[in-house]
Nanobody
Framework: QVQLVESGGGLVQPGGSLRLSCAAS????????IGWFRQAPGKEREGVSC????????YYADSVKSRFTISRDAAKNTVYLQMNSLKPDDTAVYYC?????????????????????WGQGTQVTVSS
């Protein structure tokens, strides 16, 4: 079976940086899109950044564009989210997710129900 395990969350000051990791185990090559979602208390889960495995195309939510970078190390079967210039509004539980439905990377990333496999999440808190 496939498992996604997030790590790298923690407490960071505004303006700081953090790198999240999503380690995948099992047979994961059939997933077409992988990425990161987040959910803050009282808010809906939202897509942050996703990557299409076939062509490497990426999507970033407007709120994180130019600050976050998604990448993948195929040899390690791991997806990363480098987060720079963090803001208090970035505080949330961050989830790694993967999906296999047909669609653009943007469509997959902005619609949470299109993702079929989820990790357990890692807490990111941005506060002074």
């Amino acid at each position: 079976q496939v498992q996604l395990v997030e790590s790298g969350g923690g407490l960071v000051q505004p303006g700081g940086s953090l790198r999240l990791s999503c380690a995948a185990s099992g047979f994961v090559m059939h997933y077409s899109v992988i990425g990161w979602f987040r959910q803050a208390p009282g808010k809906e889960r939202e897509g942050v950044s996703c990557l299409r495995s076939s062509d490497g195309s990426t999507y970033y939510a407007d709120s994180v564009k130019s600050r976050f970078t998604i990448s993948r190390d195929a040899a390690k079967n791991t997806v990363y989210l480098q987060m720079n210039s963090l803001k208090p509004d970035d505080t949330a539980v961050y989830y790694c997710a993967a999906g296999s439905l047909i669609g653009t990377v943007q469509t997959m990333c902005v619609t949470t129900q299109r993702m079929s496999k989820w990790g357990q999440g890692t807490q990111v808190t941005v506060s002074s």
